[in-house]
C-alpha cells in the first residue's frame, strides 16, 4: 500500500503546516488539511450585541428629522392654500434664523465674535441671492402641469428622506468642516429643488423669496443645530425631539386625520417596531473566522 498518497501522517515526511505564500509543500496535495485546520475558527467574532433602549435612542433622530420635514410640507401646504401670507413668511424666517444662531450661541464652546461675523456675512449674500433670483424662480415651472409639479416635489422628498445622513456624520460642525459624501449631496441636492417647484407655483415675488428661505434654513441649518444640541445634552436632545413630535402630529392631525395616522404610524414604527426588529434578527447572524479569511498585514514601524 502506497502511503504517500493518503490523508495520514507518515514517519519519512515531515509534518503539515500552513504556508500562505511559497507554494505546495511535498507530499502533500495543495488542499491539504490536518486536525489543527480548524483549531482558529472563531463564531460570531465581530457581532455586535445591541441594546434595545440604545437602538430606540438612536433612532430618535429620525424620527425628529421626519417630523422636522413633515413640518416644512405643512408650511408649504398652508402657503399654497394661502392660508400664511407672505408677511407670516417672513416673520416665520427671521424667528427661525434668531432661535438657530441663539441655540449655536448656547450650545458651541468654540464660537469667536469674527465666526460670527462670517456667518453673518454669508447669511446676508445668502438672503441676497434669494431675493435676486426670485422672479427667475417662480417663472421656472410655468409650461408644466400642476400635477405633474406635486408627484416630482414627493418623489424629491422622498428621495431626500432615503439619502439622508441622519448619522450627522457629513454635518460641518463649527470651525471643523467635513467631506460631505455623495448620497448627502444628493439628498440636499433634491430638498432644493422641490422647494424650487413649490416656490414656483407661489403668486408674487415676496411669497417665493418667503419660502424659499424658509425651506432652505430648515433643509440646510436644522441639521446643524439639532445636532449642536445632541453634542451639548443628549436629554434635551431628548426633550426637544419629542416636543418636536407631539407639535408636529398636532398640526397634521389639524390638517387631515388620515394623515395624522400615517405619521403616527410612521413614528412609531420607526422608534419602537425597527428597533425591535433589529434586535430579533441579531439572533439569526452567524459568522465564522478562521484560517481561511484573507490576511491582515500588521506593520510596526519603529521611531
Not at 14 to 33: E, L
Not at 146 to 171: K, M, P, R
Request: hydrophobic share 50%.
Amino acid at each position: 500500500m502506497d502511503t504517500s498518497t493518503s490523508g495520514n501522517y507518515s514517519p519519512t515526511r515531515p509534518k503539515w503546516r500552513k504556508v500562505a505564500y511559497g507554494g505546495m509543500q511535498p507530499g502533500f496535495d495543495d488542499n491539504h488539511t490536518d486536525e489543527s485546520f480548524l483549531e482558529d475558527m472563531v463564531m460570531n467574532a465581530n457581532v455586535v450585541k445591541r441594546d434595545m433602549l440604545k437602538v430606540m435612542l438612536d433612532s430618535v433622530s429620525i424620527s425628529q428629522y421626519l417630523c422636522i420635514v413633515a413640518l416644512v410640507v405643512l408650511v408649504w401646504t398652508y402657503t399654497l392654500r394661502s392660508i400664511l401670507d407672505e408677511n407670516s413668511l417672513l416673520i416665520l424666517d427671521v424667528s427661525l434664523l434668531g432661535s438657530g444662531f441663539l441655540t449655536l450661541l448656547l450650545t458651541e464652546e468654540m464660537v469667536s465674535f469674527n465666526l460670527l461675523v462670517r456667518y453673518f456675512l454669508n447669511i446676508s449674500f445668502f438672503t441676497t441671492g434669494l431675493y435676486v433670483l426670485a422672479p427667475i424662480y417662480q417663472t421656472l415651472t410655468r409650461s408644466m402641469s400642476s400635477d405633474s409639479i406635486w408627484a416630482v416635489t414627493a418623489s424629491l422628498v422622498i428621495l431626500h428622506l432615503f439619502l439622508h445622513d441622519y448619522s450627522g456624520s457629513t454635518i460641518r460642525a463649527l470651525g471643523q468642516p467635513q467631506n460631505a459624501n455623495l448620497t448627502s449631496c444628493v439628498s440636499l441636492n433634491a430638498s432644493i429643488v422641490a422647494s424650487v417647484f413649490i416656490a414656483s407655483r407661489l403668486p408674487s415675488r415676496l411669497h417665493v423669496f418667503a419660502i424659499m428661505l424658509f425651506s432652505l434654513q430648515v433643509f440646510l441649518f436644522a441639521p446643524l443645530v439639532t445636532y449642536c444640541v445632541k453634542k451639548y445634552s443628549f436629554l434635551i436632545y431628548l426633550l426637544f425631539s419629542f416636543a418636536l413630535m407631539v407639535v408636529t402630529l398636532a398640526l397634521v392631525y389639524s390638517l387631515h386625520c388620515l394623515l395624522f395616522v400615517m405619521l403616527l404610524g410612521l413614528l412609531l414604527f420607526v422608534t419602537f417596531f425597527c428597533p425591535y426588529w433589529l434586535i430579533r434578527i441579531q439572533e439569526y447572524k452567524f459568522e465564522i473566522n478562521g484560517p481561511w479569511d484573507e490576511a491582515k498585514l500588521c506593520f510596526d514601524i519603529a521611531d
